[in-house]
């Protein structure tokens, strides 16, 4: 019995444990990008798995608003985020924790809004809510992230307005 017990949790992490081939969908693939930069403090993350998520020569942004009201955009690779952000989430533990999402697919290629709230573990301060923007492609049966941009919401940009439409 304590045999069958054991043989039956191994088989359930094994299913449960995030793996770059069960990214069968774009909600997959983002929710496992969250997984992966996540955790508690002094947690290595899973680079590897990380690198996995994107399509050679995917890019990431970030949108950093100016006081005089323009924005500083910086660009990185996933090379360059592990370098630079890498050591602080493990030093100071964090979570990102989705709040809301919408998901806009055109065959193969998706678009995905996806709320966010960081906060640092090592705290309990939430660092930072604002939106993500995801360009994820399926290349054969994976889905990977050909795009990440992103910007903290403010009282300008309220995160009440990160689905909003200002078509015209």
Known sequence: MLRSIF????????????SFAQQSSPGETLETLYDVISGPVGEARDWDLFRQLFLDGANMRVVVPQEDGTNRIVTLSPEDYIERAGPNLVANGFTEVELDRRTYN???????????????????????????????????????????????????????????????
């Open 106 to 168: 055109y065959g193969d290629m998706a678009t995905v809004l996806s709320t966010y709230e960081g906060i640092y573990q090592s705290t309990g301060e939430v660092m930072a809510v604002g939106l993500n923007t995801l360009v994820i492609v399926r290349e054969g049966e994976d889905w990977k992230i050909a795009s990440i941009a992103w910007r903290a919401a403010d009282e300008e940009w309220p995160l009440e307005r990160a689905f909003e439409s200002e078509d015209g």
């Open 7 to 18: 043989a039956a949790t191994a088989a359930l992490a094994v299913v449960s444990a995030p």
